[in-house]
């Protein structure tokens, strides 16, 4: 291919992205403006120009080679005369002709001033909702982080040094106040951080952030506004099954503060759960009989440490490889060190619960299914098996996401 035209499909392309990101901020904008009295201005500033000019040409018109020739002459000299950019190539020379564009200029003082005022009015209103986590947030792709306490900025700080920051924004949606978002905004600069004051248990709340198209969502123990962590396990379960009602493809984690609670996550479909406490007395008692575990522990799950913990895509060659091969690999090219594997399963479609043969019943059953409009596929997710030191003799499969150390 012409590097000349691959360039410049590049740069289509990225055009194409830049206007598809940003289109729902533009749709929002354009139902700002259509709301307030811009619109109705900009007709009036028109139409008194319009009218004006119209008016000189027909006062000061004349034959031959005069400056008022056709009635665009006189809407040029309105247009040049209320931009007060004043060419000086069109002037009136009568008194009736002057007078107007006394009234012209008067006239285009007050509606330019009107429009620039409204124009921003419009983005200062905005900047003022948005501070207040009064405006809808429109996004794709972002992270959503409901509920908060006193480790939140601890999870803003950790999304930071993994490099999720670079792929998309984060939504703060809680009760906090608006000054408390400002100071947290300004301690997470390099962020791109938004905020929707609301209560994330309510659907309502979470469409306002987004979260159909949201990434990931993180579930914190809320104890913002006049919310307490007395029943912060509950409020969590409900905003789980609130979001999964609304985008269950979304990569939820929850953290909760009371281990009993764990089942409800489970049957709201939540994998990844957070139990707060849940290691502390084992690193507690490791201190006193297996010193130096719980500063490793520290090292492999600290964000801002090179040694931390972290997935990484199995290259295509080792598929098929045994574990013990793939570890030599990591290690040989400096990749880390290769803990074990997360396997995602393969989900179960309706033919893998028929028989192989084409039976009367098996038509009979699909038949079913489908009247009934059951998404077996969605009922019957394909699960995610954590497998760490699975065995040297294990065989990476292509559906495989390492663990690596470093």
Same mark, same amino acid.
């Given at each position: 291919?012409?590097?000349?035209?691959?360039?410049?499909?590049?740069?289509?392309?990225?055009?194409?992205?830049?206007?598809?990101?940003?289109?729902?901020?533009?749709?929002?904008?354009?139902?700002?403006?259509?709301?307030?009295?811009?619109?109705?201005?900009?007709?009036?500033?028109?139409?008194?120009?319009?009218?004006?000019?119209?008016?000189?040409?027909?006062?000061?018109?004349?034959?031959?080679?005069?400056?008022?020739?056709?009635?665009?002459?006189?809407?040029?000299?309105?247009?040049?005369?209320?931009?007060?950019?004043?060419?000086?190539?069109?002037?009136?020379?009568?008194?009736?002709?002057?007078?107007?564009?006394?009234?012209?200029?008067?006239?285009?003082?007050?509606?330019?001033?009107?429009?620039?005022?409204?124009?921003?009015?419009?983005?200062?209103?905005?900047?003022?909702?948005?501070?207040?986590?009064?405006?809808?947030?429109?996004?794709?792709?972002?992270?959503?982080?409901?509920?908060?306490?006193?480790?939140?900025?601890?999870?803003?700080?950790?999304?930071?040094?993994?490099?999720?920051?670079?792929?998309?924004?984060?939504?703060?949606?809680?009760?906090?106040?608006?000054?408390?978002?400002?100071?947290?905004?300004?301690?997470?600069?390099?962020?791109?951080?938004?905020?929707?004051?609301?209560?994330?248990?309510?659907?309502?709340?979470?469409?306002?952030?987004?979260?159909?198209?949201?990434?990931?969502?993180?579930?914190?123990?809320?104890?913002?506004?006049?919310?307490?962590?007395?029943?912060?396990?509950?409020?969590?379960?409900?905003?789980?099954?609130?979001?999964?009602?609304?985008?269950?493809?979304?990569?939820?984690?929850?953290? #909760? %503060?009371? /281990?009993?609670?764990?089942?409800? +996550?489970? @049957?709201?479909? *939540?994998?990844?759960?957070? =139990?707060?406490?849940? !290691?502390?007395?084992?690193?507690?008692?490791?201190?006193?009989?297996?010193?130096?575990?719980?500063?490793?522990?520290?090292? #492999? %799950?600290? /964000?801002?440490?090179?040694?931390? +913990?972290? @997935?990484?895509? *199995?290259?295509?060659?080792? =598929?098929?490889?045994? !574990?013990?091969?793939?570890?030599?690999?990591?290690?040989?090219?400096?990749?880390?060190?290769?803990?074990?594997?997360?396997?995602?399963?393969?989900?179960?479609?309706?033919?893998? +619960?028929?028989?192989?043969?084409?039976?009367?019943?098996?038509?009979?059953?699909?038949?079913?299914?489908?009247?009934?409009?059951?998404?077996?596929?969605?009922?019957?997710?394909?699960?995610?098996?954590?497998?760490?030191?699975?065995?040297?003799?294990?065989?990476?499969?292509?559906?495989?996401?390492?663990?690596?150390?470093?």
């Amino acid at each position: 291919m012409n590097p000349m035209k691959h360039q410049a499909n590049d740069e289509r392309g990225g055009i194409a992205d830049w206007f598809q990101r940003n289109h729902r901020r533009f749709s929002i904008l354009l139902g700002d403006i259509t709301r307030s009295s811009l619109p109705k201005l900009v007709l009036v500033f028109f139409v008194v120009t319009f009218v004006l000019g119209t008016a000189v040409f027909l006062i000061e018109r004349t034959p031959g080679d005069g400056m008022f020739r056709k009635v665009f002459d006189g809407i040029w000299w309105a247009f040049v005369t209320i931009g007060t950019v004043g060419y000086g190539d069109k002037v009136p020379v009568s008194d009736m002709g002057k007078a107007v564009g006394i009234v012209l200029i008067l006239a285009g003082v007050v509606l330019t001033s009107l429009i620039s005022g409204t124009v921003a009015s419009i983005f200062v209103e905005r900047r003022i909702r948005e501070g207040k986590g009064l405006q809808s947030v429109k996004g794709k792709n972002h992270i959503i982080i409901g509920g908060w306490n006193e480790h939140g900025s601890d999870v803003l700080s950790a999304i930071g040094a993994a490099g999720d920051a670079r792929n998309s924004s984060i939504v703060l949606l809680n009760m906090m106040e608006p000054e408390q978002f400002d100071a947290l905004r300004a301690r997470h600069p390099a962020l791109d951080v938004r905020f929707v004051r609301g209560d994330h248990t309510q659907e309502a709340a979470l469409k306002r952030a987004s979260a159909q198209s949201a990434r990931a969502c993180i579930f914190l123990p809320d104890s913002s506004g006049e919310n307490s962590l007395t029943n912060a396990d509950e409020r969590t379960v409900l905003a789980c099954f609130a979001i999964k009602s609304i985008n269950s493809e979304t990569e939820v984690c929850a953290e #909760i %503060l009371k /281990p009993e609670n764990e089942q409800h +996550l489970k @049957r709201a479909g *939540i994998d990844d759960i957070i =139990v707060n406490g849940e !290691f502390s007395g084992f690193l507690l008692s490791s201190a006193a009989v297996s010193v130096g575990i719980p500063q490793a522990a520290r090292s #492999i %799950l600290s /964000p801002s440490l090179p040694s931390r +913990l972290r @997935r990484s895509q *199995i290259p295509q060659p080792l =598929v098929g490889k045994p !574990f013990v091969e793939a570890s030599e690999w990591y290690l040989r090219n400096g990749k880390g060190v290769l803990i074990g594997v997360i396997s995602h399963e393969k989900q179960m479609s309706l033919d893998d +619960l028929l028989s192989d043969d084409a039976s009367a019943i098996d038509a009979f059953i699909k038949r079913k299914f489908q009247e009934a409009e059951f998404d077996l596929a969605g009922e019957m997710k394909g699960q995610s098996d954590v497998k760490i030191n699975p065995g040297p003799d294990y065989v990476i499969k292509d559906s495989d996401v390492a663990f690596v150390v470093g």
